[in-house]
């Protein structure tokens, strides 16, 4: 092997080591847990302090918000996390529905300071970042919602009720 | 009638695809120019075809028929016109339209070209592009087709059919669901069309790529031919991910513009092997070198732009920008995976074709450093790809889901960005085939020590001290002022040349040497952007308070006051809350601001919008968080001081120009064959034309 060779092997040997090192660590310092209520809920006290990632279906009743702290409370109900679990229920907008109407659904009340985001409602999907305090209440850093209805929704609303 | 006639349309023009494929093979096969012409033509003919058939749905659109049901879903009577025309890709099935039009007018365009030195390529352009646009059309007829009307049947239900079930009756909802509100903003409007337009255009360098390794054409004709689609294509890309954290900005009111969102890295990936792509392909024209790689990213750029495509369409990830599931995700999949093989296939198959003509020699080579360059790219790719995919692989390994957020991102991307924008200022000093430490430091001492003057200046005069603030700063000052100086130098050197004035001087070089120069203004304008990302990243600061009128909120100098507020609702359905705040700094009066909050009555939807102050330096970003009709009784606000970041918007337009200027026609150069055209690039000079 020529020694230009060598030189430019050792490069590119340093640059891979340098771009895993980069990622090993960044997803070390940042990896959450992503849980569903009901698997946070189960786990509580092993959890407690851990930053985590949920997601739940936001119940409308529930939801206050004091503007002078900034502060937005809620609850959110269990629903899965799983793409095809919701897809066997009848699709996002359902899921979402039967969790927040069904009664026996574990639920996770949430503090969050910020301003309140213009898709914060009823049956929303939020999505948190945060943690869970000893007192059983998830404080989130992040909030991420996502509405089924945002862009489109299968068949018309009022028409439905027909 | 109308929509019957526009997925007719539709289905022609799939057809006609499919004969283009068809006889394009068939005419290499036989080698029958006539087989070849007639799928030229009838890929061509597909343009008008689907041209009628978006007209007739945007015609629907315009036109309020709400049983239509895409119609229905994405417009509503008190929409104006534009927000009903744009409408078409506010929602899926449109979207796929909009995507098969922008293919077939590009594919027509390409085809449109003088063909006498590359003819054998044609055929498989024409198959390329046929093959993806049929993919695109085929999803709208068989899966997602906007023209579907509704129908309420015996029992009551409405469903959705393009012809009349059995017993059913046509059914027209009196008004539509309209288009989100958070989506009604001019950003939203161009972004995605934008997107679309860059996603597109890499098609055709790609559909080159594989005509050069099917005919075993191998030499860099495919890359001269497409050089200026690229350019073009990556320009859109770029303006079309700027437009999107614009929106992002001005609308969804948390004073950021990126979030690491699964859709946001979709469509980033792309840039990324296409950005890689561009700058490899020089190193094939000029060296003869990295043939397979140029092969590699642009199969890949390739399959990261069906890839963004499908991710934004499918939901399989969570994210602000998902749309509803639908069955079209597996369809995807499948075209992904196929065309992806077939590539490698002919990639393999060539492989000997594709050795290098030149060894890399100096480590400080121009093309050692490009190589460096798309090395630091595909680094990009990995992380970011690694972030999508993380939360799967772990959760198949451990059985719990593991995500990996912003602050990942950030942290694995920071240095390799940093040293990106380095790189982009020391490498064209650098010389083709041999530079040393000492050549390039000659070259860039001079600018270096101007760079290290403006950095110590903004440490001891602004005060900055933060470590990553200060390699960030030296990083895009160092770059800007190499850029700057090797305008300065070669203008001053033609001047004295030829004798003519400076700013004369400057254009004609520019003139002649379009795609360098229009480079250097795309790297002044990648400077320019990083500087606005390092202000609103490192530098941003928020405050937050409920005042009664007449009271002030403080940040970073600057006083917010609060006027008034007004309660109102407005024509097209909307209640207002818009308060008057006046911005002041160090007692000077600065202006009168009104950030407001909007509720949509139809959707049920508020919508926050920002008052901002904005300029070079610094922007002040205000939000109405919550208000009391009685003035005395306060109002909330949220306050985002974000410097600099408008240069993040301004480099956007300067990025324009700089393509503009490297993609501009000219005539186009005589074909050499790519031996001798080297050997008269014997002299190696820093800075020579490239």
Known sequence: ?162 | MLADFGYGVLIVSFLLAIYAIGSAVYGYRTGSAKWVESSRLAMQLTFPMISLSALTLIYMLVTDQYNIGFVYEVTSRSMPVYLKVTALWGGQSGSLVFWGWLMSAFATAVTLRKWDRDREFLPWVVVVCSVTLAFFIGLVIFYENPFAKYWQTMSGDVITAMFAPAAAVPFTPPDGRGLNPLLRHPGMVIHPPMLYLGFVSFVIPFAFAIAALVTGRTDDRWIRITRRWTIVAWCFLSVGLVLGGRWAYDVLGWGGYWGWDPVEIAAFMPWLTGTAFLHSVMIQEKRGMLKYWNMILIILTYALVIFGTFLTRSGVLSSVHAFAQSAIGPAFFIFIGVTFIISAALLIYRWADLKSEAQMTSMLSREALFLLNNLLFISILVVCFWGVIFPLISELVTGQKVTVGPPFYRAATGPLFATLVLLMGIAPLSAWGHSTIKTLGNAIWKPLIVAIIALLAVIFIAGIYAPYAIIGFFVIFTSASITIYEFGRAALARSRAQKENYALALWRLAGRNRRRYGGYLIHLSVVFMALGIIGIEMFQTQTQGTIAQGQSIKIDGYSITYKDLAIFDTADNRNVARAVITIEKDGQFLGEYYPRRDYFYESQQPMTIPAVRSTMLDDVYVILVDWQPILSSGATFKVYHNPLVNWLWAGALLLIFGSLVAAWPDKEIDYVPARTRREKQVVYQPGAAD
């Open chain 1, 1 to 162: 092997m020529s020694s230009p060779r060598i030189k430019f092997l050792f490069g590119g040997l340093l640059i891979l080591a340098a771009v895993v090192y980069l990622i090993v660590s960044s997803t070390q310092a940042s990896a959450q847990y992503f849980m569903t209520v009901d698997e946070l809920n189960n786990k509580k006290a092993s959890i407690v302090d851990q930053n985590v990632r949920i997601s739940g279906a936001v119940m409308g009743d529930t939801i206050t918000y004091d503007a002078k702290t900034l502060s937005l409370s809620f609850t959110v109900a269990d629903v899965s996390g799983d793409n095809n679990e919701i897809e066997k229920e009848g699709g996002l907008a359902v899921a979402l529905h039967q969790a927040v109407i069904d009664p026996n659904r574990s639920k996770l009340k949430i503090v969050y300071v910020g301003v309140k985001p213009d898709l914060m409602r009823n049956e929303a999907q939020a999505i948190m970042t945060g943690h869970l305090g000893a007192d059983g209440v998830f404080r989130a850093d992040e909030l991420l919602l996502k509405c089924p209805t945002k862009y489109e929704e299968a068949v018309p609303s009022q028409v439905k009720g027909n």
